[in-house]
């Protein structure tokens, strides 16, 4: 069944593994974007922002379902996280409303599960509030730790492994998914005939029950980059403060683009990031099919054909 699919964040890490996802599919996508794009068949790119009140009515124009991915995971400030989740939340949220869209697949964060923690976490949960409250026809997604080809946020692990050390945030466990997984369920849900989904929220991740330890994770990673062993690389279990000491480093050099932030170190030192399984979509609905330890040395050899490693 080929539907017309409104999509933000296209251009992004997950929003272009679903981009091409939904064009393989025989789909036909319009996606905002901020700057100028390659031509795709059956792709329309709209010029703008969510900001841009008149941008996203032209989005969202004729759509049978909208894929909100777009967000800010790293900002300056609480300001900039509220603008760039909830707030522009709200902004595709007004445009489906005046356009008489109903259908909307909603991408979150695990961290909203803990708003007090993080201002980005905080954000992130208050831009649900503002989907539950909208009238259409949502199903949320919360997504764990995501990884995959193209991205960046995890590049540094990769990096430190291949060097033969990793730091770690102290003690605890997180869930991952590889992005393919992750866009092959929106674009389940998108088709979804009997709706079962509405007004559900998703946790999903890998199918690694209990999700993975940190040192476990690491030396996963550490053997996607061809360290052989049981101990690929050598783990630091970092403390709070000396990461908390490494945002502030990270300010002074890179300023506004620091990748380390107080903010991130909130939620990264928090000991539970699994998922829950009474939040897990039903297996007949979705199910993961990458297995992490082949995502990871695909992601691995991604990089290093880009140069990256």
């Not at 990270?250 to 539970?272: E, I, Q």
Request: proline share 6%.
């Amino acid at each position: 069944m080929s539907l017309r699919i409104a999509m933000t964040g296209a251009t992004g890490f997950v929003g272009a593994e679903t981009l091409h996802q939904a064009l393989a599919a025989g789909h036909h996508v319009s996606a905002i974007t901020r700057r100028a794009q390659p031509p795709r068949a059956h792709l329309k790119w709209v010029p703008g922002a969510l900001e841009d009140r008149a941008a996203l009515n032209t989005l969202v124009r004729d759509a049978d379902v909208v894929i909100h991915i777009a967000g800010v995971v790293n900002a300056p400030d609480r300001d900039g996280f509220e603008t760039g989740n909830a707030r522009g939340t709200m902004a595709v949220v007004d445009a489906m409303r005046q356009r008489g869209v109903k259908r909307l697949i909603h991408v979150s964060s695990l961290s909203a599960r803990e708003p007090g923690l993080s201002d980005y976490g905080w954000s992130k949960e208050l831009a649900e509030r503002h989907v539950k409250a909208s009238g259409l026809d949502w199903t949320i997604i919360r997504p764990p730790a995501i990884y995959g080809p193209g991205d960046r946020e995890m590049l540094e692990l990769f990096r430190m492994a291949k060097r033969g050390f990793m730091l770690m945030p102290p003690g605890g466990r997180l869930s991952v998914i590889e992005v393919s997984d992750l866009a092959r369920l929106f674009l389940t849900l998108a088709v979804e005939k009997d709706m079962k989904s509405l007004t559900h929220v998703y946790e999903v991740d890998d199918g690694t029950p209990g999700g993975w330890d940190h040192m476990d994770f690491a030396q996963a990673i550490g053997r996607a980059v061809g360290r052989p062993g049981e101990r690929a690389v050598r783990t630091f279990a970092t403390p709070a403060w000396l990461l908390g000491m490494g945002a502030r480093l990270d300010r002074l050099v890179r300023g506004r683009n620091a990748r380390l932030t107080p903010d991130r170190v909130s939620y990264f030192c928090h000991p539970d990031w699994v998922v829950k399984k009474r939040k897990q979509p039903p297996r007949k609905l979705w199910a993961p099919r990458v297995p992490t330890e082949e995502g990871l040395r695909a992601t691995a050899e991604a990089y290093r054909a880009k140069g990256w490693l």
